[in-house]
């Protein structure tokens, strides 16, 4: 009988590395060494050799790295910080819970990801900082952003909560990694992302030393030498139980990459040619590790589709249904419906098909059997 199809099938996964994965979180209780243990720089030195990046600083989620990311650049209120209004609330969040200034900009219709032309229209005197969302496993095209921000002295910040092992091809054919290319980059370690956890957990990925310094600071309650807080700080921090995951994990991260994309160009393969249905795109200058596989329905009732396909067993998710700026909490008179018609159009349009490592091929085939028929609903 065929396997239950979700979204994510994080218990197949874990069946097939249990015994590793036992073992190393048995370490972790035997020894009793649960925050700031060894597995902890186990992990960190394992994930930098990974990444080649001087400093990996993990703390306790994506949102925590992007907010202390943030934090470490010495940024005051008022101060303006461009994001994608296409991405998860967190990469705005932030900016606003800091009492910075988010600006949002359009996307590209093709790759989901920052749109250069609506990035340039934005940025004034008050901007000091660029936040490029990797978006469902694609980088950004980061030729432009590091060009604008070189030429305006910005600082940028990478969300790559969704790319985390994605490589990127500079237009001088120098290879970079995903969250490696700015000043820093943030990760998630949230169990459904692409390297996850059993729980929550997250890192800051930096080649600066200075700044390395300065979010390991922060991320401990402000403190360099114990009970001297010199800034105000957070508390972050990743627990060695998870990092132990990560660690076993991590040895497998390129085979889970590599499934993604096994799984991306098989459905790649059934759904080409439907006029329905517009594949995501590769762009030339990133690879995909398809965080998400994220297809555009045109011309027919997305919502009646996903419901459609829910009542034969197949999930399907809309990430995101509401651009940020057309968001409650993120509204402002600076914003009407229609300045970002491609995220407003996007957002209506998109719709998710389940992406893990574990989908096979009877799997694949009865998802993308299923939509071709009710896409023509
Ligand atoms: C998951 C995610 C985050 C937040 O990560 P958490 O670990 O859930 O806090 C931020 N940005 C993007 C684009 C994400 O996908």
């Given at each position: 009988m065929m396997r239950k199809i979700q979204m994510v099938d994080l218990r197949t996964q874990?069946?097939?590395?249990?015994?590793?994965?036992?073992?190393e979180m048995q370490e972790?209780?035997?020894?009793?060494?649960?925050?700031?243990?060894?597995?902890?720089?186990?992990f960190q030195q394992h994930l930098q050799d990974y990444l080649g990046v001087k400093h990996v600083i993990p703390v306790a989620n994506g949102t925590d790295?992007?907010?202390?990311?943030?934090?470490?650049l010495g940024l005051v209120p008022g101060d303006e910080v461009i994001t994608p209004t296409f991405t998860f609330a967190a990469t705005v969040e932030?900016?606003?819970l800091l009492g910075l200034k988010p600006v949002m900009v359009d996307v590209d219709y093709d790759t989901f990801t920052l749109s250069m032309e609506s990035l340039r229209k934005s940025i004034t005197p008050k901007t000091k900082a660029i936040i490029?969302?990797?978006?469902?496993?694609?980088?950004?095209?980061?030729?432009?952003?590091?060009?604008?921000?070189?030429e305006y002295g910005l600082y940028v910040v990478e969300d790559a909560c969704q790319s985390i092992g994605t490589n990127y091809y500079f237009a001088d054919g120098t290879i970079g990694r995903s969250g490696c290319m700015g000043h820093i980059g943030c990760t998630s370690f949230f169990p459904s992302k692409n390297l996850g956890c059993y729980g929550d957990g997250g890192a800051l990925f930096t080649n600066d030393d200075e700044l390395a310094a300065k979010i390991t600071a922060i991320a401990n309650h402000g403190m360099s030498v114990r009970y001297h807080h010199d800034?105000?700080?957070v508390n972050s921090r990743l627990d060695s139980l998870q990092a132990a995951v990560l660690d076993v994990k991590l040895k497998y991260l390129d085979t889970y990459l590599q499934r993604r994309q096994q799984a991306a160009a098989y459905y790649d393969a059934q759904l080409a040619g439907n006029p329905n249905i517009v594949l995501p795109a590769r762009a030339n200058y990133s690879d995909h590790t398809f965080h998400q596989y994220t297809v555009k329905l045109i011309g027919v009732d997305r919502n009646k589709v996903q419901q459609k396909l829910a009542e034969q067993d197949?999930?399907?998710?809309?990430?995101?249904p509401i651009p940020l700026h057309m968001q409650k909490a993120y509204y402002s008179p600076r914003y009407s419906q229609g300045d970002f018609p491609v995220a407003e159009s996007l957002a209506q349009t998109v719709l998710s098909l389940p992406m893990h490592t574990e989908l096979d091929e009877e799997q694949l085939n009865y998802i993308t059997s299923r939509l071709l028929e009710v896409v023509h609903l």
């Open positions: 874990y069946e097939a590395i249990r015994q590793e994965v036992n073992a972790v209780l035997d020894t009793a060494t649960y925050v700031k243990g060894g597995k902890v720089v186990q790295a992007l907010q202390i990311a943030l934090m470490s932030v900016v606003a490029p969302v990797h978006l469902y496993g694609q980088n950004a095209y980061m030729d432009g952003v590091l060009q604008i921000a070189k800034v105000i700080g197949v999930p399907a998710m809309i990430y995101y």
